[in-house]
């Protein structure tokens, strides 16, 4: 019940084309709901992030829509550039003591020239 | 401001050996977490240190051990090394509190187990 399930595992999409990761979850105490970039050879950095208050959250061209009903969340890269390519991971946390994050399984994303 | 490091960068032992990785926090934040990052996985919570004790643990076994110092900076301390804890051990470190859930990770080491 503590898993995030993302997919998909890899995308290739062209610059200025619109990426799109999905991402759900089964436990309903989860109430942050991060994006993390990892290029290779470092630590994840903080995209954007949401709570589950709202639908959705806009920063420059990262976008999450957030689906409570569906328990379901994504992140969407418009006009996606090369130097987007990168691995993206989805995360949520529960408001234990530790607020620890559960990760998804990651997306390798490579925008063509 | 100062971001999150890590020591080792790389570090490579043999099985039943024991391991130090360092984190220093950023600066600000009060609250540092570890995780382990397998080839082409996600990275899995190890523990939390809040103010010099353990606040949380995932699913390792005690052979994983840490410490969190005055200061706030921490160690992972691994006892007993198996071929599967060759990884990538990430600490983020965060400002402790029941609403606030950003955290800042560092560079990582990486752990060969030969």
């Known amino acids: 019940q503590q898993q995030v399930k993302q997919s998909p595992q890899s995308l290739i999409v062209q610059k200025g084309g619109i990426s799109i990761i999905n991402c759900a979850y089964e436990?309903?105490?989860?109430?942050?709901f991060p994006w993390y970039q990892q290029f290779p050879g470092k630590g994840p950095a903080l995209l954007i992030a949401i709570r589950p208050d709202v639908s959705e959250k806009k920063e420059g061209r990262f976008t999450i829509s957030f689906n409570k009903s569906a328990k379901q969340f994504s992140l969407h890269i418009m006009d996606s550039q090369p130097g987007d390519s990168a691995t993206y991971f989805c995360a949520a946390a529960w408001p234990g003591s530790a607020r620890q994050l559960t990760f998804g399984s990651g997306t390798q994303l490579t925008v063509l020239p | 401001e100062t971001g999150v490091t890590q020591s080792p960068t790389h570090l490579i032992k043999t099985r039943g050996q024991q391991v130090t990785l360092r984190c220093s926090s950023q600066s600000g934040h009060n609250t540092v977490s570890w995780y382990q990052q397998a080839l082409g996985q996600g990275p899995q919570f190890i523990f939390q240190?809040?103010?010099?004790?353990?606040?949380g643990r995932g699913n390792f076994p005690p052979r994983f051990s840490g410490l969190q110092f005055p200061n706030y900076s921490s160690e992972l301390n691994v006892n007993a090394l198996e071929l599967d804890d060759s990884a990538l051990y990430l600490c983020?470190?965060?400002?402790?509190?029941?609403?606030?859930?950003?955290?800042?990770f560092g560079p990582g080491t990486r752990l060969t187990v030969l």
């Open positions: 436990n309903t105490a989860f109430d942050y």
């Open positions: 983020a470190s965060s400002w402790g509190g029941v609403t606030y859930n950003e955290q800042f």
């Open positions: 240190y809040y103010r010099e004790e353990e606040n």
